[in-house]
T-cell receptor, first 113, second 114 residues
């Protein structure tokens, strides 16, 4: 069975550009999470969805960040405009059941120049 | 607010030696506790979890952890470390209404010397 699939794996962009990160959760999982990992701040929860509905977006750093989950099999995290301080590894994770095991994707490494 | 402290940023052990990684948490109710492992360039993988019941939990790859409420600790142990165990280890507490909102510690990087 396929795991959580994230794309792109690597993204290099220039400051001010729009960045869209994509995630396909494991089929049948009903919750999806976006995390950001940096050396300075560690793993931070940005937002999570339950049954495609955003439940908690208190971790989204500012209005430049937005996330959507139009259906159970797809989610996006968008940064517009991007800034160098957004450089990080962004992880998507999904889960079945409450509480349970989070299954993480391999991450999208974003570098903003 | 919930928080997790992993006091050791780096730990080096010899292959075959025992391992203990420390984790302390802050949470008002009975916590859901987790240990995850991350290999370089990879996502996180669950090693083990504690929800309730027996305070000594077994996980994958020969790891175990013990929940001690009096010490607010959930330390990870392994009796004999293998070189393939070199990775970064994260302790987490489940917060939020359903316990799924994981708050992670800063991580401990394990180096194994042969």
């Amino acid at each position: 069975d396929a795991g959580v699939i994230q794309s792109p794996r690597h993204e290099v962009t220039e400051m001010g550009q729009e960045v869209t990160l994509r995630c396909k959760p494991i089929s049948g999982h009903n919750s999806l999470f976006w995390y950001r990992q940096t050396m300075m701040r560690g793993l931070e929860l940005l937002i999570y969805f339950n049954n495609n509905v955003p439940i908690d977006d208190s971790g989204m750093p500012e209005d430049r960040f937005s996330a959507k989950m139009p259906n159970a099999s797809f989610s996006t995290l968008k940064i517009q405009p991007s800034e160098p301080r957004d450089s990080a590894v962004y992880f998507c994770a999904s889960i079945l059941g409450q509480p349970g095991e989070l299954f993480f994707g391999e991450g999208s490494r974003l570098t903003v120049l | 607010a919930q928080s997790v402290t992993q006091p050791d940023i780096h730990i080096t052990v010899s292959e075959g030696a025992s391992l203990e990684l420390r984790c302390n948490y802050s949470y008002g109710a009975t916590p859901y506790l987790f240990w995850y492992v991350q290999s370089p360039g990879q996502g996180l993988q669950l090693l083990l979890k504690y929800f309730s019941g027996d305070t000594l939990v077994q996980g994958i790859k020969g790891f175990e952890a013990e929940f001690k409420r009096s010490q607010s600790s959930f330390n990870l142990r392994k009796p004999s470390v293998h070189w393939s165990d070199a990775a970064e280890y994260f302790c987490a507490v489940g917060a939020g209404e359903y316990g799924n909102k994981l708050v992670f510690g800063a991580g401990t990087i394990l180096r194994v010397k042969s």
